[in-house]
């Protein structure tokens, strides 16, 4: 809090203010800090949201053996999604160009550059299927997971 100076006026009267604050001047008094905007009670805090309906993660069950360096396409609970093996490592992503909409499914893999079919974007695989020519332009990756022989993706991310 800072100082507050009295001083008296020419007529004998108190003023009191806070020193650097002008708009606080009041004859005799300082007038009070305004009260928060909004008030959050603790318990709202600690209360936990429940997770999306559904099973977080799915069995991909029609997935063929992958080979490095082609992309498989399947559909996976109605969704497309892109899987792709790159040195022993598994990627997914959902179908479908950023740029122009198309489907990836046919495009073309060099090493870890995906480019699509219909407007030759490329896009890094292993760097989240960022854009190689439009910054803002990225594929959409899917959180997948390897237990044992059964892969799992996360669609209700």
Not at 19 to 48: H, M, N, Q, W
Not at 77 to 89: I, R, V, W, Y
């Amino acid at each position: 809090m800072k100082p507050s100076q009295a001083t008296r006026r020419s007529d004998g009267a108190a003023s009191c203010s806070v020193a650097g604050d002008p708009s606080r001047i009041r004859e005799g008094v300082v007038e009070p800090k305004p009260s928060p905007i909004a008030f959050l009670p603790l318990t709202d805090l600690r209360k936990t949201k429940t997770a999306p309906s559904g099973p977080a993660w799915t069995v991909v069950k029609d997935l063929p053996e992958l080979t490095i360096g082609r992309v498989t396409a399947l559909e996976v609970s109605g969704n497309k999604a892109l899987f792709f093996k790159l040195d022993e490592m598994l990627y997914a992503y959902r179908d479908g160009c950023p740029e122009c909409g198309q489907s990836l499914a046919n495009g073309a893999l060099q090493g870890a550059e995906l480019s699509c079919p219909g407007c030759n974007c490329r896009y890094d695989i292993r760097r989240a299927g960022r854009s190689l020519g439009t910054p803002d332009q990225n594929l959409e990756p899917i959180p997948l997971l390897v237990e044992g022989r059964a892969v799992k993706v996360a669609l209700n991310v």
